[in-house]
């Protein structure tokens, strides 16, 4: 059981280049979200999805695009990078918990961007 | 105002000391509670989640005010190993989630 995986671990990309950040769970957690964190900043969500084919947009959304079309994959795609998006970005993926614990979240080891 | 805030510390104590981290949270519809703990440079674990009634997990205690919007943790006779930065997560949703994560308490436990 690999958990919530992400790749790349490290990425320098120039301004207005396009890529694919990778993220995939082996849980079949039903839900699965990205987030940036910045210094002095708590982790802010990007976009999230709640299943297959069914995505929406957080609290930063502008500049990314994600599609789920399996349970286990949610690619994050930044469309023409700008160097405000340099940040750490991580993946998650959540169930709920059962005992009233509410949903609870597991993340992956992060993918480190850095846009010149 | 920012809608999760946390003691800004950092927090420096001795091994063995108690520390005590505060969270407030501004949306009074938050429906479930948790921390999650940071190394450096890693991603964040959870930690422990928060309930109405407290709860504790060995040296971790966790309390719930939701009349003051206030959540803590404490952790007693603190390790070496309990440094890190400790997250304060609300979900504003009942069914299904939106998480709002806090800035951070940095802890070092000092030998």
């Known amino acids: 059981n690999a958990g919530v995986t992400q790749t790349p671990k490290f990425q320098v990309l120039k301004t207005g280049q396009s890529m694919t950040l990778q993220c995939a769970q082996d849980m079949n957690h039903e839900y699965m979200s990205w987030y940036r964190q910045d210094p002095g900043m708590g982790l802010r969500l990007i976009h999230y999805s709640v299943g297959a084919g069914i995505t929406d947009q957080g609290e930063v959304p502008n500049g990314y695009n994600v599609s789920r079309s399996t349970t286990e994959d949610f690619p994050l795609r930044l469309l023409s990078a700008a160097p405000s998006q340099t940040s750490v970005y991580f993946c998650?993926?959540?169930?709920?918990?059962?005992?009233?614990?509410?949903?609870?979240?597991?993340f992956g080891p992060g993918t480190r961007l850095t846009v010149t | 105002r920012k809608e999760v805030e946390q003691d800004p510390g950092p927090f420096n104590v001795p091994e063995g000391a108690t520390v005590a981290f505060n969270c407030t949270y501004s949306?009074?519809?938050?429906?479930?509670f948790f921390w999650y703990r940071q190394d450096c440079r890693k991603e964040p674990k959870l930690l422990m989640s928060v309930y109405s009634s407290g709860n504790e997990d060995g040296r971790f205690t966790a309390q719930l005010n939701r009349a003051s919007q206030y959540i803590s943790l404490l952790i007693r006779d603190s390790k070496l190993s309990d440094s890190a930065t400790y997250l304060c997560v609300v979900n504003l949703r009942n069914y299904g989630q939106n998480f709002v994560f806090g800035p951070g308490t940095r802890l070092s436990v000092l030998p």
């Open positions: 998650a993926s959540s169930y709920k918990a059962s005992g009233g614990r509410g949903y609870e979240q597991y």
């Open positions: 949306n009074s519809a938050s429906q479930s």
